[in-house]
């Protein structure tokens, strides 16, 4: 009784399923299956399968799998009839299988695996429907897995809110809504990976940069001029192209590029991303190469934020707090700086970077989106992927239209050995544009410095002005105590006064010791630098091979070698206390072993006397007293042997009087013109000291309105 109401039960829940088998028994699917492998055989006899016939092929193995499944399961149909409708089947797959034998771009479209595309899902429906069985819905895609990110506390800098408050209303740009991709001859194929591995195996000599138009001037400021290579950029934007990697080498402009490129595109505002060691350069650049758009840096909270700025920048280490709003903000650009930084796709800095691309991309159909590096990859060629994603290029499962249309044109598939060529040219012209200094030799100085200004941290930056307001404050006293005891009153500054008193505590003629004071100052400066220093170095490092870096005191040394091996650069320290034999093992390594990256000098012990110019790019850590000095360290790269262009990177912290020293050295030097036009030009004598304290006190007594 029980078994008999059980199979009643049964027979209830499932008509529609009795239904539908009668239809399949009736021969109403088999022979639709049957006309549609006709029909591909066809399309591939006369020539590549077209798209439908490829849509039909995918559709109809998919179907064939299905129907062998029910028919096998179906406890209703007898032997003989289950044997006959399996014969069937087996013939419809072997009308697919030669047909795919004919062109292999079909091979992969058989397989179990294949993720089916929209076109072949079409098909399938409107087999079932013509077959007369009724179709299931559709299923919904399933979401993409939601990466749950701990944020720090979130905030919002008042001017932001200000801004939002000023501009509720950011409507979506809809002019060129973005197209889905539609593979073709490329349906089935798992992409990204052959993409990838087109950079290894696709190589034919030539450089990874695309075609690049004549160049353009008319955003370029009066005064300045833009090498060639960095004008031909410019002239690429100005064609309507809008996303790039930007891989030139260090020393090629790359900052000045992207600046102008956000003119050109007029993607205002801008959101620079970068490491916090160049990000008061971005700044300062911007007002050079762009003059008529408002900067503002992101510090800490953002409290001195100007949330109305053309141009915001802001460092990876404060990101995170910042995320919330930076989406919500309206940028029509992004410039992403040293982009290898974010190579892990599932760290939180490439996370938030990737998010607020994502939202940049999703309210304009054209923002401007560059990544910089010089190196784009560090240690795999998987490191495209995160760079790729920001770009737009790919969505982490397959390539854009864009680059998707680019790859169906090749008429090819992974499985031609042609195709890895074809694929790494057609990412290429997405926007990647490398340039190395040999490229580009003829258009760029022989000796380049360029000052890289800092922002120290929060404790050093505020004990080095205490340290320098006490100075100043003792100098404006003796220059009161002075002015005090004379017979007639001075009206305004009294220079040779100012001369005097600085000479004065230069050589300590108080007797109080004083002169020892702004060594102080400057080595406690050099200290809180080294290891910022020490960290572009390693960037350089990454990007341009080996690298010289100078620092002027032990200690900022110690600082400087520490944090290389942090970063993983193997280093060798070149100094006065080592033994000749130990001195030139150590440049014998730098210059010999390509495992050392960074060779960490004395500006006092290693700035004469030895040849390192294996490297052409140097940091100077620790700024000099005197040009002559600064000057020797340079030519240990800069010299005959030399077959590159030497670039100097000056770390300069903003704010102390350390830009006082940087300025003094190119006024009295000369060395503005030798960075621009390689002119050798004679050292001088001035005392930097001196300079530096008479500007001191100079700035001091003009701040209290002597002036």
């Given at each position: 009784?029980?078994?008999?109401?059980?199979?009643?039960?049964?027979?209830?829940?499932?008509?529609?399923?009795?239904?539908?088998?009668?239809?399949?028994?009736?021969?109403?699917?088999?022979?639709?299956?049957?006309?549609?492998?006709?029909?591909?055989?066809?399309?591939?006899?006369?020539?590549?399968?077209?798209?439908?016939?490829?849509?039909?092929?995918?559709?109809?193995?998919?179907?064939?799998?299905?129907?062998?499944?029910?028919?096998?399961?179906?406890?209703?149909?007898?032997?003989?009839?289950?044997?006959?409708?399996?014969?069937?089947?087996?013939?419809?797959?072997?009308?697919?299988?030669?047909?795919?034998?004919?062109?292999?771009?079909?091979?992969?479209?058989?397989?179990?695996?294949?993720?089916?595309?929209?076109?072949?899902?079409?098909?399938?429906?409107?087999?079932?429907?013509?077959?007369?069985?009724?179709?299931?819905?559709?299923?919904?895609?399933?979401?993409?897995?939601?990466?749950?990110?701990?944020?720090?506390?979130?905030?919002?800098?008042?001017?932001?809110?200000?801004?939002?408050?000023?501009?509720?209303?950011?409507?979506?740009?809809?002019?060129?809504?973005?197209?889905?991709?539609?593979?073709?001859?490329?349906?089935?194929?798992?992409?990204?990976?052959?993409?990838?591995?087109?950079?290894?195996?696709?190589?034919?000599?030539?450089?990874?940069?695309?075609?690049?138009?004549?160049?353009?001037?008319?955003?370029?400021?009066?005064?300045?001029?833009?090498?060639?290579?960095?004008?031909?950029?410019?002239?690429?934007?100005?064609?309507?192209?809008?996303?790039?990697?930007?891989?030139?080498?260090?020393?090629?402009?790359?900052?000045?590029?992207?600046?102008?490129?956000?003119?050109?595109?007029?993607?205002?505002?801008?959101?620079?991303?970068?490491?916090?060691?160049?990000?008061?350069?971005?700044?300062?650049?911007?007002?050079?190469?762009?003059?008529?758009?408002?900067?503002?840096?992101?510090?800490?909270?953002?409290?001195?934020?100007?949330?109305?700025?053309?141009?915001?920048?802001?460092?990876?280490?404060?990101?995170?707090?910042?995320?919330?709003?930076?989406?919500?903000?309206?940028?029509?650009?992004?410039?992403?700086?040293?982009?290898?930084?974010?190579?892990?796709?599932?760290?939180?800095?490439?996370?938030?970077?990737?998010?607020?691309?994502?939202?940049?991309?999703?309210?304009?159909?054209?923002?401007?989106?560059?990544?910089?590096?010089?190196?784009?990859?560090?240690?795999?060629?998987?490191?495209?992927?995160?760079?790729?994603?920001?770009?737009?290029?790919?969505?982490?499962?397959?390539?854009?239209?864009?680059?998707?249309?680019?790859?169906?044109?090749?008429?090819?598939?992974?499985?031609?050995?042609?195709?890895?060529?074809?694929?790494?040219?057609?990412?290429?012209?997405?926007?990647?544009?490398?340039?190395?200094?040999?490229?580009?030799?003829?258009?760029?100085?022989?000796?380049?410095?360029?000052?890289?200004?800092?922002?120290?941290?929060?404790?050093?930056?505020?004990?080095?002005?205490?340290?320098?307001?006490?100075?100043?404050?003792?100098?404006?006293?003796?220059?009161?105590?002075?002015?005090?005891?004379?017979?007639?009153?001075?009206?305004?500054?009294?220079?040779?006064?100012v001369r005097r008193i600085a000479t004065s505590e230069v050589d300590g003629d108080d007797g109080a010791g004083t002169g020892e004071n702004v060594f102080r100052l400057v080595r406690q400066i050099g200290t809180a630098k080294a290891a910022l220093a020490a960290d572009y170095a390693a960037q350089l490092a990454r990007s341009a091979g080996k690298v010289v870096l100078f620092a002027k005191h032990v200690d900022a040394m110690d600082i400087a070698e520490r944090t290389l091996a942090e970063r993983g650069m193997k280093t060798v320290s070149i100094r006065g206390d080592q033994t000749p034999t130990a001195r030139q093992a150590a440049i014998d390594a730098f210059v010999n072993d390509d495992s050392v990256s960074v060779a960490v000098c004395s500006l006092t012990a290693a700035g004469i006397g030895i040849n390192l110019q294996v490297a052409s790019n140097m940091v100077l850590a620790e700024l000099s007293w005197t040009d002559a000095e600064q000057t020797q360290a340079i030519d240990r790269i800069h010299r005959i042997g030399q077959s590159m262009p030497v670039t100097v990177w000056r770390i300069v912290a903003a704010h102390t009087v350390d830009t006082?020293?940087?300025?003094?050295?190119?006024?009295?030097?000369?060395?503005?013109?030798?960075?621009?036009?390689?002119?050798?030009?004679?050292?001088?004598?001035?005392?930097?000291?001196?300079?530096?304290?008479?500007?001191?006190?100079?700035?001091?007594?003009?701040?209290?309105?002597?002036?």
């Open positions: 009784m029980a078994d008999s109401q059980g199979a009643g039960t049964a027979t209830a829940e499932r008509p529609e399923q009795r239904q539908q088998q009668q239809q399949r028994r009736e021969g109403g699917i088999i022979p639709r299956l049957a006309r549609a492998a006709r029909e591909v055989e066809g399309s591939v006899q006369r020539g590549a399968a077209s798209r439908s016939a490829r849509a039909k092929l995918q559709a109809a193995a998919m179907l064939v799998r299905e129907e062998r499944a029910r028919v096998k399961a179906d406890a209703t149909l007898g032997h003989e009839r289950r044997a006959e409708e399996l014969k069937r089947l087996d013939g419809v797959a072997l009308i697919l299988g030669k047909a795919a034998s004919r062109d292999p771009s079909l091979l992969p479209l058989l397989g179990e695996g294949a993720p089916p595309s929209a076109a072949a899902q079409d098909a399938r429906r409107t087999m079932l429907q013509a077959a007369g069985i009724e179709v299931e819905p559709e299923p919904q895609p399933e979401p993409d897995p939601v990466v749950t990110i701990e944020l720090e506390r979130q905030v919002v800098p008042t001017s932001v809110t200000a801004q939002q408050l000023a501009n509720p209303f950011l409507a979506p740009d809809l002019d060129s809504p973005r197209r889905a991709p539609k593979p073709d001859r490329l349906a089935g194929f798992d992409l990204l990976d052959p993409l990838f591995h087109s950079f290894e195996y696709g190589a034919d000599g030539t450089a990874a940069t695309m075609e690049l138009p004549d160049r353009v001037d008319r955003f370029t400021p009066r005064g300045l001029e833009l090498m060639q290579h960095q004008a031909q950029l410019i002239g690429a934007v100005s064609d309507g192209h809008r996303s790039f990697l930007l891989a030139d080498e260090p020393g090629l402009g790359k900052t000045a590029q992207a600046l102008l490129s956000a003119e050109a595109a007029n993607a205002f505002p801008l959101l620079v991303v970068s490491p916090a060691v160049v990000k008061m350069n971005w700044a300062r650049e911007a007002e050079r190469w762009i003059p008529g758009r408002t900067v503002s840096i992101v510090q800490g909270d953002g409290a001195a934020l100007d949330g109305f700025a053309d141009v915001i920048v802001i460092n990876y280490e404060v990101l995170d707090r910042h995320v919330g709003w930076l989406r919500k903000h309206g940028f029509r650009g992004l410039v992403v700086d040293e982009a290898h930084f974010i190579k892990n796709t599932t760290s939180k800095r490439s996370r938030h970077v990737l998010d607020i691309a994502s939202s940049i991309r999703a309210r304009h159909a054209q923002p401007l989106l560059m990544a910089l590096t010089g190196t784009p990859l560090i240690n795999d060629i998987e490191d495209f992927r995160a760079i790729w994603q920001l770009l737009g290029w790919i969505d982490g499962r397959q390539p854009n239209a864009q680059l998707t249309d680019a790859l169906e044109a090749t008429h090819l598939t992974p499985m031609d050995s042609a195709f890895y060529r074809a694929a790494r040219h057609a990412v290429v012209d997405m926007g990647i544009v490398r340039r190395r200094k040999v490229d580009v030799a003829a258009d760029i100085p022989a000796r380049t410095i360029a000052d890289l200004p800092v922002e120290l941290e929060a404790a050093a930056a505020r004990s080095i002005r205490e340290a320098e307001r006490e100075l100043a404050a003792r100098l404006v006293q003796r220059y009161d105590r002075a002015v005090a005891n004379r017979a007639e009153p001075t009206h305004g500054i009294d220079h040779d006064l006082r020293i940087a300025e003094l050295l190119d006024s009295k030097a000369g060395l503005a013109q030798a960075a621009l036009d390689g002119i050798e030009q004679d050292a001088t004598s001035v005392d930097m000291r001196l300079e530096t304290l008479v500007g001191l006190l100079e700035q001091s007594l003009r701040e209290r309105g002597d002036a």
